[in-house]
């Protein structure tokens, strides 16, 4: 399967953006999906993952209460919408497909080309 993220841009504290994530081919409903994060000079971290069906959800702590993700299996799209964002949050978003959706990024077999969140104080 193949991601393309987008959706990424400059935003002031306290704004919100929405992400998508698009994959292509017909099997996109047997995957897990996840978000993920790396700031500049800092290790890539989990951000948020949902199961196939889209009934299980799982947040990092940071951004729990603040960041939804959610899927649509018609339009094959991963979306993680984010709201009350802090500067901390800056950095690249990466969506990734594997086969549930984990917090440990070795559990993804397939990864977007991600998408950069700038967030101004």
């Known amino acids: 399967v193949q991601l393309q993220a987008s959706g990424g841009g400059l935003v002031q504290a306290g704004g ?6 698009a994959a292509s081919g017909r099997s996109f409903s047997t995957y897990g999906m996840g978000w993920f994060r790396q700031a500049p000079g800092k290790e890539r971290e989990f951000v948020a993952a949902i199961s196939r069906s889209g009934i299980i959800t799982d947040y990092a702590d940071s951004v729990k209460g603040r960041f939804i993700i959610s899927r ?3 339009k094959n799209t991963v979306y ?4 009350s964002l802090r500067p901390e949050d ?3 978003y990466y969506c990734a497909a594997g086969a549930t959706g984990a917090r440990y990024y ?9 998408t950069q969140v700038t967030v101004s104080s």
Do not use: E, F, I, P
């Open 16 to 21: 919100s953006l929405r992400l998508s994530c």
């Open 106 to 114: 070795t559990a993804y077999n397939y990864w977007g080309q991600g």
């Open 72 to 74: 649509d299996n018609v």
């Open 80 to 83: 993680l919408q984010m709201n």
């Open 90 to 92: 800056t950095a690249v």
